[in-house]
């Protein structure tokens, strides 16, 4: 039996992703792609690229997941997630103390 690797679609919304999925059913009817439930698939290796040829089709792309999702879920516990609006607000907040600062120095050259 060949290897297997675990792999995320990621398109822009739900439907491109279900597209993926309709779009490789119809091109590899025997070739299954297996949930494990949290939102990655379990695919044999030499499916990748042709997979990854389909995503690319749909407007979206394959990731290979972490071989053990264990490790992954404890980092979530130990660094909390952002959503894009908060990582979005970070960025400005961080871009406002530079100009602060710049401002500030050009005020203490000028004087």
Same mark, same amino acid.
Request: aromatic residues 10%; proline residues 5%; contains cysteine.
């Given at each position: 039996?060949? @290897? ?12 491109? @992703? ?14 299954? &792609? ?16 042709? &997979? ?21 879920? &404890?980092? @979530? ?31 203490? &050259?000028?004087?």
């Amino acid at each position: 039996m060949s @290897q297997r690797l675990r792999v995320e679609i990621n398109g822009p919304d739900e439907f491109w @992703q279900k597209a993926v999925l309709i779009e490789w059913e119809y091109r590899h009817p025997d070739w299954k &792609l297996t949930s494990d439930g949290s939102g990655f698939y379990l695919i044999d290796c030499e499916w990748l690229e042709s &997979l990854k040829a389909v995503a690319t089709e749909c407007n979206s792309t394959i990731v290979v997941g972490p071989s053990n999702p264990g490790r992954r879920s &404890l980092f @979530q516990k130990l660094i909390p997630s952002f959503d894009r609006d908060c990582v979005k607000t970070l960025i400005w907040l961080g871009t406002s103390l530079v100009l602060v600062r710049v401002i500030s120095w050009i005020a203490l &050259l000028g004087a």
